[in-house]
Structures are given as C-alpha cells and as structure tokens.
C-alpha cells in the first residue's frame, strides 16, 4: 500500500480570474511543468483573456466573477456577496471534497477559499503574492486575510522572506511556511546579447499606478532630456487600469520624450524582447513582495535596477549584480540609468553577475519544491498525525530558497530549512 510521502497527491488550486496577471501566469507555468501531484484547476467564470487556455489539467469553471474590491460600501456589499457565493460553490464542487489539499493561488481566490474549506477538516494552502498589509490589500482584503485567511492555512508558499514576514504573527504555529520564488519560465531565458547601436531601456510589469511605470517616465526624461536613447513599457493594462494607460501616454507627451517611449503591451513570448534591453527596471512605488520580472531579468543577463525595499533585495546585492536605487526617488533613479548608460564595462559586468544569482532556478526545479511543501503541508493536517514542527529536525518546518546568503561566501544548496 503506498504512503502519503510516496502517492500523488490531488491538489485543486483555485483562481479567481484568468487574465494574464503575474500570479496567474505563475500557476500557468506550476502546471504545465512536470508535477508530483494530481493537479487541478477550479475558476469560477472564463474573462476575455484566458491565460489556462494552455493548461492541460482537468478545469472546472464554477461560480461568479471576482470583480475588483472598492472603498463604496455598495462595491464592498458587492464584493463580499460574491466571495460568498463563490464559497458556496467551492465548498461543495465535486474535485474539493475529493481533493487532499485545496491551494489557493491569489489573495482574492484565498478569501473565498477559506471561507470554503472552514468547518472541515479539509487541507488548505495559500499562495502569498501580495504582502498582508492594509497599503497591499486594502482595508476589506487586509481583514479577510488576517481574521480568516492566514489563521485558516495549514501552509503558505510566500514568493520572499519579505512576503513571509508580512503574514508571521497571522499563522498558526504549527503552519507550514515555504519560501520558494514563482516558477517565472527561467529555463527559457538567454544571456541578452547588447551591442545595438541604441540604448534600449525596459520595464516589464502590468500597466498599474504602484507599478513605478510614471516615476520611471520622469527618470527617463530627466536622464536623457534628447538623444536617442528608448524606453519600452511591457505589460497589459489589467484590473481596470486602462485609464492609467492613457496617463501615461499624455505624460510622456508632456515630457517631450513620445517618441521614444514604445507601449508594448502585454508579451507572451519575453525572451527576445529581454535580450534587447540594455537596462531592466524594477521601482514599485510600495515594497514589492517579489516580481517574476525581477527573476526573468536576472537569468537573462539583463543589467538590473531595483527599488531598495522589498522582495528583490533579497536577490540584488547592490553594484554586483545590479544597483538598488531608493524608492519613491525619480532623481536617483535618474541618477542610476545615466550611471549605466555612460558605463558600458558596468553594464556588462552586472549583466553577467546577474545569471550567476544563486538560487536562479528552472520552472521543473520550482514545481518540485512545491511539491514537497504541499506534501508536508497534507501531512501537517493529516489526523492523527503530529504536527511538522514538532516531529524533530527531519521534518521541513520551513523551506527557503536562499540566495543572499551566498552573496556573503557561503555555500548555498537548493534548500535550507529552519523553524518559524
């Protein structure tokens, strides 16, 4: 008879939307790499863009549509009726009640997640995507998760230790907590070549006000008044933000810089599109938890700007594989772009410090510890069976892929483990 460390799981993991958002594009890359587990997919309704188009895992599509939250009680009344309906359709969808562990793949799809699976005895695992803050979630967003969410999670995979830290004093203790970056399709990305004749800087995020794609307008203008250096703004205007499209395309008119600003919109394929920027730009006007961008600019030999806050200090050391610039700062991050395009050897020597980061991992190496966190987190719910923690140090209480540690001379192996 097999055991539970050796049997395939069945996992469904829900999503609450299929446009091509960053968590969604994760799960995409989650499942069509090679799994330890019998996946599956429950989406309540099908948006224009379908992202799981793709996904060959069994797909149910049940429930309402997740619209976005708002400050009007009616939006909010709106927003919580359908979180509510939502579980009802979960809790009781056929693939949940057969499943033996429920992972919920957003913030958004973890409210009504653990709004289903409270009560029961039923496995539950969330994504952390976003960091638990009021600034992050919103006030509603930042209740569910604190008072519903996290003391409900018998695991969470957060994308950083930052991420992780957000969510600490909110979990049980005997939680499983795992740190393992998005799968961000890594295998697939090659040392960007360089040497055309014009600079070509890049951004590579959705079109969303907290994103830093104004801020970065503004250095850019700042940095090169004329010339013929371009910026390139890669990534769709998701989650009602299209207004915000059009503020900036009347901005970078304003700044006299139109002409050499390219709107890409969202790109599927970003392997070529990386390999021709000189520069890649990370500046979140809030802490970012951890962007794939951060991950896919890395591995392709980009050289890297990030806002020094957040997730993606924890993989750029600063002037080795790429610079941190103060946040919420245009001016410095003016002052860091001029720095780089006056610098070739610069340039180049962090280009190829970048794909050497540690902890740079292929989407299979990513699903693979996924699966063994999912495992634990079954057998930390399992009846009868003794908490992860308290099992001794055999047991993974917490993984964390670690790249940081090594930027101090010390070896790094895929996994390390420690107790919250």
């Not at 979960?90 to 709004?115: C, E, I, P, Q």
């Not at 699976?117 to 604190?146: C, K, N, W």
């Not at 295998?187 to 006000?209: E, K, V, Y």
Request: charged share 20%; net charge neutral; hydrophobic share 45%.
């Amino acid at each position: 008879m097999e055991t539970l460390r050796s049997a395939m799981p069945r996992i469904v993991h829900l999503a609450h939307t299929t446009e091509s958002g960053g968590a969604e594009m994760a799960l995409v890359r989650l499942l069509t790499a090679e799994q330890d587990w019998h996946p599956g997919l429950l989406v309540p309704t099908v948006d224009a863009d379908d992202v799981f188009s793709e996904v060959e895992a069994p797909r149910w599509n049940r429930g309402v549509r997740q619209k976005s939250g708002g400050s009007r009680r009616s939006r909010l009344l709106d927003v919580g009726a359908r979180l509510l309906m939502q579980a009802a359709a979960t809790r009781w969808h056929h693939a949940v009640r057969r499943s033996d562990l429920v992972v919920a793949n957003s913030t958004r799809s973890a409210a009504y997640g653990a709004l289903a699976v409270t009560g029961t005895a039923r496995p539950f695992a969330v994504h952390l995507r976003d960091q638990i803050t009021v600034e992050s979630l919103g006030g509603f967003g930042y209740r569910l998760m604190t008072q519903v969410v996290l003391p409900r999670a018998d695991g969470v995979v957060a994308n950083s230790q930052t991420t992780l830290e957000t969510a600490q004093q909110f979990l049980r203790d005997d939680a499983l907590r795992a740190v393992i970056p998005s799968p961000a399709g890594l295998d697939r990305l090659t040392l960007a070549p360089q040497g055309h004749s014009r600079l070509r800087i890049g951004m590579l995020a959705r079109l969303d006000p907290w994103k830093g794609q104004l801020a970065l307008l503004e250095a850019f203008a700042a940095a090169f008044p004329a010339g013929d250096a371009e910026l390139e703004l890669a990534g769709a205007a998701l989650f009602e933000h299209e207004a915000f499209a059009d503020e900036l395309r009347a901005r970078a008119v304003e700044l006299g810089i139109a002409d050499r600003v390219r709107f890409l919109g969202h790109v599927d394929d970003i392997a070529p599109l990386l390999a021709e920027w000189d520069i890649a730009v990370q500046y979140s006007l809030r802490p970012e938890p951890m962007g794939q961008n951060v991950l896919q600019c890395l591995a392709a030999g980009t050289a890297l700007v990030v806002a020094d806050e957040g997730g993606p200090t924890e993989w750029v050391r600063d002037a080795h594989n790429g610079l941190r610039v103060a946040p919420r700062a245009p001016h410095e991050l003016a002052t860091a772009l001029r720095r780089l395009a006056d610098d070739d050897a610069l340039r180049s020597r962090l280009a190829h410090a970048a794909v050497q980061t540690p902890g740079l991992l292929g989407d299979a190496d990513i699903a693979r510890l996924h699966a063994e966190a999912y495992r634990d987190i079954i057998e930390v719910r399992r009846p009868g069976t003794a908490s992860v923690r308290s099992r001794g140090a055999s047991s993974r209480a917490s993984v964390t892929v670690a790249p940081i540690a090594a930027f101090q001379g010390v070896a790094v192996p895929a996994l390390t483990t420690a107790t919250p």
